[in-house]
């Protein structure tokens, strides 16, 4: 059974850090692209980073969290990573990671975890 | 970057009804069109890739239709669990987007 868990998610101070993990479990992790989508509360959904298969050597974010925000992962773990700096409010969301069934970056999603919020606050 | 508008904002139907959502495009997608089922506190289900393919579990009485800037979600014969909010998303043009969701509400 693929599952995909985020864990990471908490409080945080505006400015400051937090990085996210998402266990991948019930597939060859390294054969498929992942990314990270976010929703705030009570809003829609918003793609945020996305990374390839393989040695994910393709990566993406969005511009609002370009510069800010690195995907990476680790196949060895079956984890990959969203490392958040200089967070703002507006990055207030909970935080879904999801599974492209490619391994190139083909951007729709098959299998999201239960996700991880993110409170940007002081 | 692509907007999707989704309509109508609120859908209420009874069982047995049938549904239809819609997606419009601000610029052509092609195919490249998605559909989620997102009910309250739970992550996004994929039900339709590709505007026309169901995702692996997905009832026949969901299926999907369009190519360019219009799309539609049709479910037939609804049944209580399908209350949700529905997400229609583009992966033609980057930034791949989202549409604003329909509440879809079974009476």
């Known amino acids: 059974e693929v599952q995909v868990l985020e864990s990471g998610g908490g409080l945080v101070q505006p400015g400051g850090s937090l990085r996210l993990s998402c266990a991948a479990s019930?597939?060859?992790?390294?054969?498929?692209?992942m990314s990270w989508v976010r929703q705030a509360p009570g809003k829609g959904l918003e793609w945020v980073s996305a990374?390839?298969?393989?040695?994910?050597?393709?990566?993406y974010s969005a511009e609002t969290v370009k510069g800010r925000f690195t995907i990476s992962r680790d196949n060895s773990k079956n984890t990959v990573y969203l490392q958040m700096t200089s967070l703002r409010a507006g990055d207030t969301a909970v935080y879904y990671c999801?599974?492209?069934?490619?391994?190139?970056?083909?951007?729709?999603?098959?299998?999201w975890g239960q996700g991880a919020l993110v409170t940007v606050s002081s | 970057e692509t907007v999707l508008t989704q309509s109508p904002a609120t859908l209420s139907l009874s069982p047995g009804e049938r549904a239809t959502l819609s997606c419009r495009a601000s610029?052509?997608?092609?195919?490249?069109l998605a559909w989620y089922q997102q009910k309250p506190g739970q992550a996004p289900r994929l039900l339709m890739y590709?505007?026309?393919n169901r995702a692996a579990g997905i009832p026949a009485r969901f299926s999907g239709s369009g190519s360019g800037t219009d799309f539609t979600l049709s479910i037939s014969s609804l049944e209580p669990e399908d209350s949700a909010v529905y997400y229609c998303?583009?992966?033609?043009?980057?930034?791949?987007?989202f549409g604003q969701g329909t509440r879809l509400e079974i009476k």
């Open positions: 999801a599974r492209t069934p490619t391994t190139v970056v083909t951007y729709y999603f098959d299998y």
């Open positions: 019930g597939f060859t992790f390294s054969s498929y692209a």
């Open positions: 990374i390839s298969g393989g040695s994910g050597d393709y990566t």
């Open positions: 610029q052509t997608v092609s195919s490249y």
């Open positions: 590709d505007a026309s």
């Open positions: 998303q583009q992966r033609s043009n980057w930034p791949p987007t």
